[in-house]
């Protein structure tokens, strides 16, 4: 079946710094790509999608870049806030909209 | 505003009860989910459905079942509550086509004593 592999956390940056979040998959043919993100408390919010190969999902000032040959979807930001402290999910999608996750990366922004 | 609507933010439940958890979406989605979230593991698919009474099992379905009658409501449901079930169940919904999202709902963190 599907799976997730991201980079170990907790992360901790200072604010406006660079983020990158590292995201590879296994997955059957070409599945859209998702992150997701958790603010305390909450449940899940779509951060950003990536529907085919080569396709860059942005949104807030992140982006991720779906990149067939490595099968990676990696997170980046330029200047982080501390609002953005979080969980955030990395996700292929497959049938019926199912969602196969990786275990989560915390980060923790410091003003 | 979409909404997915989870009953309870919290419950402590006995061990040996049955725990009924609902959640209800608003967005006539076709699809619904069930995942538990545990520290270290991510999200885990525990059952998801596609239309009404029709269910498929997710990657652990053990200890659950599910039931949906209406289209806009999905229950999970532990039939015998251990204290292992302790975790946040999360509830989301999604049309069919694989490239557009699911939403979420608030979650709901069970505590089995």
């Known amino acids: 079946g599907d799976s997730v592999t991201q980079m170990e956390g907790p992360v901790t940056l200072s604010e406006e710094a660079f983020l990158t979040i590292n995201c590879t998959y296994t997955?059957?043919?070409?599945?859209?790509l998702f992150w997701y993100v958790q603010y305390p408390g909450e449940g899940l919010q779509l951060l950003l999608k990536?529907?085919?190969?080569?396709d860059k999902g942005s949104n807030k000032g992140f982006e991720a870049t779906y990149r067939k040959e490595t099968t990676s979807f990696h997170l980046e930001k330029g200047s982080v806030q501390v609002s953005d402290s979080a969980v955030y999910f990395c996700?292929?999608?497959?049938?019926?909209?199912?969602?196969?996750f990786g275990q989560g990366t915390i980060l923790t922004v410091h003003p | 505003d979409v909404k997915v609507t989870q009953s309870s933010r919290y419950l402590v439940k006995r061990t040996g009860e049955k725990v009924f958890l609902e959640c209800v979406q608003d967005?006539?989605?076709?699809?619904m989910f069930w995942y538990r979230q545990d520290p270290g593991l991510g999200l885990r698919l525990i059952y998801f459905?596609?239309?009404?009474?029709?269910?498929e099992k997710g990657d652990i379905p053990e200890g659950y079942s599910v039931s949906r009658e209406k289209k806009e409501r999905f229950s999970l449901i532990l039939e015998s509550a251990s204290t292992n079930q302790t975790s946040m169940y999360l509830c989301?919904?999604?049309?069919?086509?694989?490239?557009?999202?699911?939403?979420f709902g608030q979650g709901t963190r069970l505590t089995v004593v």
């Open positions: 997955a059957t043919g070409y599945p859209s």
């Open positions: 459905s596609y239309d009404v009474k029709m269910k």
């Open positions: 989301a919904s999604s049309f069919t086509p694989s490239g557009l999202e699911a939403f």
């Open positions: 996700a292929p999608g497959s049938s019926y909209g199912k969602l196969t």
């Open positions: 990536a529907t085919k190969a080569d």
């Open positions: 967005m006539d989605h076709e699809n």
